[in-house]
């Protein structure tokens, strides 16, 4: 019997350890290392809150302390107020090296009033260049929003408050590279792009409003983590106790409806339509996906 129970113990325990290693939440404390700009970067309020700021002599940055290789990343962001021109509030997934892989969200800042441009992009052995760009159907100054991305073998979606606004589809199959061999950390950073931010350049910050500031909190990595070589997921006690949904997930019909209304009143940029970019022929994932 006490060996019975002993087992029962040991195997709730490898359990315990199989979801801790397959997704991490909350305390910015363990969670991130600050990386760049000095007392820019702050945790506050115990490790809930983080906030980045730029000013005219810096920006400032975060990095996760964990990769991950495939999985849902969640983060609320509350942005900055006011006239915010020339900033970039950039939060992404990206892997090291020139041939890197990186999903991308970029948050352009904008003049009082007017609205913030959402700049995605996807990179697949170091090669961009398929950005989609959205105004948002809220003020994102105003409060904490929730922007996410899920990151699986099928697909990418850019979610905003669990709506999504891009879906790219894995199309390996017609020859298209897909993220899907490196781990990829979480970064996050406040800085000054005011030659290309703001109409392309033409509006430049204004550092009397400065300094700016961005706040984050509820980061949540529902993920498998890599580390020496190998994926957590790989443990097959995980996909029993966690939340991996993301792992197949796609869009429902309701998901589908959602995407159709944001890039039919939100979206102001799309590769796949700027038919002068490309005048040899749009890029091959354009033309059979569904989403673009």
Same mark, same amino acid.
């Given at each position: 019997m006490e060996i019975y129970v002993f087992s029962v113990l040991v195997f709730l325990l490898s359990l315990f350890m199989a979801s801790f290693m397959a997704a991490s939440a909350g305390n910015f404390n363990q969670e991130v290392d600050l990386t760049?700009?000095? %007392?820019?970067? *702050?945790?506050?309020?115990? $490790?809930?809150?983080?906030?980045? &700021?730029? #000013? *005219?002599?810096c920006g400032s940055g975060f990095q996760s302390k964990s990769e991950y290789l495939f999985g849902r990343i969640d983060m609320q962001i509350k942005l900055v =107020? /006011?006239?915010?021109?020339?900033?970039?509030t950039a939060y992404y997934l990206s892997s090291e /090296?020139?041939?890197?892989?990186?999903? %991308?969200?970029?948050?352009?800042?904008?003049?009082? /009033?007017?609205?913030?441009?959402?700049?995605?992009?996807?990179? &697949?052995? /170091? *090669?961009? #260049?398929?950005?989609?760009?959205?105004?948002?159907?809220f003020d994102?100054?105003?409060?904490?929003?929730?922007?996410?991305?899920v990151w699986n073998h099928q697909r990418i979606i850019?979610?905003? %408050? #669990?709506?999504?606004?891009?879906?790219?589809?894995?199309?390996?199959?017609? $020859?298209?590279?897909?993220? *899907?061999?490196?781990?990829?950390?979480?970064?996050s950073s406040l800085w000054n792009a005011d030659q290309w931010a703001t109409r392309g350049g033409l509006v430049k910050a204004d550092w009397t409003k400065a300094p700016f500031t961005a706040y984050y909190r509820n980061f949540k990595a529902n993920a498998c983590l890599w580390s020496s070589g190998s994926s957590s997921c790989s443990l097959k006690?995980?996909?029993?106790?966690?939340?991996?949904?993301?792992?197949?997930?796609?869009? #429902?019909?309701? =998901?589908?409806?959602?995407?159709r209304w944001v890039q039919k009143y939100y979206m102001i940029y799309n590769y796949c339509t700027d038919y002068k970019r490309f005048p040899m022929g749009r890029p091959r994932e354009c033309r059979l996906s569904k989403h673009f």
């Open positions: 760049w700009g000095g %007392d820019r970067a *702050k945790i506050l309020s115990g $490790g809930n809150v983080l906030s980045l &700021t730029l #000013d *005219k002599v =107020g /006011g006239n915010s021109a020339g900033s970039v /090296g020139p041939y890197h892989d990186e999903i %991308d969200f970029e948050f352009l800042g904008n003049l009082s /009033g007017e609205p913030y441009t959402v700049h995605t992009n996807v990179y &697949t052995q /170091g *090669k961009g #260049d398929r950005e989609q760009q959205f105004h948002l159907w994102p100054t105003k409060d904490f929003h929730l922007y996410s991305v850019f979610l905003v %408050d #669990d709506t999504p606004i891009r879906v790219y589809e894995n199309q390996e199959s017609i $020859g298209v590279p897909f993220p *899907k061999n490196q781990p990829m950390k979480l970064y006690t995980t996909s029993s106790i966690t939340n991996n949904a993301w792992q197949t997930q796609g869009l #429902d019909s309701t =998901g589908r409806r959602s995407l």
